[in-house]
Protein backbone atom coordinates (compact mmCIF):
# COMPACT_ATOMS: atom_id res chain seq x y z
CA UNK A 1 0.00 0.00 0.00
CA UNK A 2 1.59 3.47 -1.09
CA UNK A 3 1.51 6.45 1.33
CA UNK A 4 -1.43 7.90 -0.32
CA UNK A 5 -3.96 5.05 0.47
CA UNK A 6 -2.53 4.76 3.83
CA UNK A 7 -3.23 8.00 4.53
CA UNK A 8 -6.78 7.69 2.93
CA UNK A 9 -6.97 4.30 4.93
CA UNK A 10 -6.08 5.80 8.79
CA UNK A 11 -7.16 9.54 8.12
CA UNK A 12 -10.30 9.31 5.82
CA UNK A 13 -12.38 7.34 8.18
CA UNK A 14 -15.01 8.05 10.55
CA UNK A 15 -12.80 6.71 13.25
CA UNK A 16 -10.87 9.98 12.61
CA UNK A 17 -13.41 12.62 12.24
CA UNK A 18 -14.99 11.76 15.74
CA UNK A 19 -11.32 11.82 17.08
CA UNK A 20 -11.01 15.42 15.93
CA UNK A 21 -14.31 15.82 17.74
CA UNK A 22 -13.66 14.45 20.30
CA UNK A 23 -10.05 16.49 20.61
CA UNK A 24 -12.18 19.74 20.30
CA UNK A 25 -14.35 18.67 23.25
CA UNK A 26 -11.15 17.91 25.23
CA UNK A 27 -9.23 20.83 24.51
CA UNK A 28 -12.52 22.58 25.82
CA UNK A 29 -12.96 20.24 28.84
CA UNK A 30 -9.18 20.94 29.97
CA UNK A 31 -9.20 24.60 29.45
CA UNK A 32 -12.26 24.96 32.00
CA UNK A 33 -11.12 22.85 33.75
CA UNK A 34 -7.57 24.61 34.25
CA UNK A 35 -9.68 27.68 34.22
CA UNK A 36 -11.35 26.53 37.40
CA UNK A 37 -8.31 25.55 38.98
CA UNK A 38 -6.96 29.10 38.95
CA UNK A 39 -9.73 30.05 41.37
CA UNK A 40 -7.89 27.97 43.91
CA UNK A 41 -4.96 27.77 42.94
CA UNK A 42 -2.23 31.18 41.66
CA UNK A 43 0.07 27.83 39.92
CA UNK A 44 -0.92 28.16 36.66
CA UNK A 45 1.35 25.84 35.50
CA UNK A 46 -0.32 23.20 38.13
CA UNK A 47 -3.76 24.21 36.84
CA UNK A 48 -3.23 23.60 33.45
CA UNK A 49 -1.54 19.78 34.73
CA UNK A 50 -4.49 19.11 36.10
CA UNK A 51 -6.51 20.30 33.66
CA UNK A 52 -4.63 18.22 31.22
CA UNK A 53 -4.64 14.84 33.08
CA UNK A 54 -8.50 15.35 33.81
CA UNK A 55 -8.83 15.77 30.07
CA UNK A 56 -7.24 13.29 29.31
CA UNK A 57 -9.42 10.71 31.10
CA UNK A 58 -12.38 12.22 30.04
CA UNK A 59 -11.11 11.66 26.02
CA UNK A 60 -10.04 8.13 26.98
CA UNK A 61 -13.67 7.47 28.24
CA UNK A 62 -15.13 9.24 25.05
CA UNK A 63 -12.49 7.42 22.50
CA UNK A 64 -13.05 3.85 24.33
CA UNK A 65 -16.73 4.29 23.95
CA UNK A 66 -17.58 6.15 20.89
CA UNK A 67 -14.99 5.88 18.76
CA UNK A 68 -13.16 2.11 19.24
CA UNK A 69 -16.07 0.47 21.70
CA UNK A 70 -13.73 -1.01 23.90
CA UNK A 71 -14.23 -1.73 27.42
CA UNK A 72 -12.29 0.71 30.29
CA UNK A 73 -9.40 -0.24 31.49
CA UNK A 74 -6.10 0.35 33.75
CA UNK A 75 -3.74 -0.79 31.32
CA UNK A 76 -5.14 0.95 28.01
CA UNK A 77 -5.52 4.22 29.81
CA UNK A 78 -1.76 3.99 30.60
CA UNK A 79 -1.34 3.39 26.67
CA UNK A 80 -3.96 6.45 25.39
CA UNK A 81 -1.74 8.46 27.99
CA UNK A 82 1.67 7.18 26.96
CA UNK A 83 -0.07 7.70 23.21
CA UNK A 84 0.22 11.75 23.60
CA UNK A 85 3.76 12.15 24.98
CA UNK A 86 4.91 12.47 21.06
CA UNK A 87 2.22 15.01 20.68
CA UNK A 88 3.21 17.07 23.37
CA UNK A 89 6.95 16.89 22.23
CA UNK A 90 5.93 17.31 18.70
CA UNK A 91 3.71 20.70 19.92
CA UNK A 92 6.13 22.10 21.87
CA UNK A 93 9.28 22.04 19.47
CA UNK A 94 6.60 23.47 16.88
CA UNK A 95 6.41 26.46 19.31
CA UNK A 96 9.79 26.69 20.16
CA UNK A 97 10.62 27.15 16.19
CA UNK A 98 8.21 28.87 15.38
CA UNK A 99 7.46 31.62 17.83
CA UNK A 100 10.68 31.79 20.10
CA UNK A 101 13.20 31.27 16.99
CA UNK A 102 11.10 32.74 14.02
CA UNK A 103 8.62 34.98 15.96
CA UNK A 104 5.61 33.72 14.48
CA UNK A 105 2.45 35.01 15.97
CA UNK A 106 1.76 32.83 18.79
CA UNK A 107 -1.71 32.18 17.70
CA UNK A 108 -0.18 30.80 14.48
CA UNK A 109 2.38 28.83 16.49
CA UNK A 110 -0.42 26.98 18.62
CA UNK A 111 -2.61 25.94 15.40
CA UNK A 112 0.40 25.02 13.65
CA UNK A 113 1.39 22.96 16.12
CA UNK A 114 -1.72 21.49 17.07
CA UNK A 115 -2.93 20.76 13.19
CA UNK A 116 0.87 18.61 12.73
CA UNK A 117 0.58 16.69 16.23
CA UNK A 118 -2.97 15.46 15.29
CA UNK A 119 -2.02 13.11 12.90
CA UNK A 120 0.03 11.80 14.96
CA UNK A 121 -1.71 11.63 18.04
CA UNK A 122 -4.41 10.12 16.41
CA UNK A 123 -1.91 6.72 15.05
CA UNK A 124 -0.72 6.48 18.35
CA UNK A 125 -4.05 6.00 19.93
CA UNK A 126 -5.40 3.89 17.55
CA UNK A 127 -2.45 1.64 16.75
CA UNK A 128 -0.86 1.29 20.07
CA UNK A 129 -3.56 2.25 22.48
CA UNK A 130 -6.06 0.50 20.91
CA UNK A 131 -4.37 -1.68 18.96
CA UNK A 132 -6.11 -1.19 15.64
CA UNK A 133 -3.86 -1.69 12.70
Not at 82 to 90: F, G, T, V
Not at 91 to 116: D, G, K, R, T
Request: proline share 4%; charged share 10%.
Amino acid sequence: MDIINKAKHHFLTKEFFLFLIIGCINTFNGTFIAWLCSYLSPYNNLNFNIGYIIGNIIAYWMNSRIIFHENLSLHRYVKFFISYIPNYIIQNVIVIIFYNMLHFPPVFSYLLAAVLGIPVTFLMVKIFAFGRK
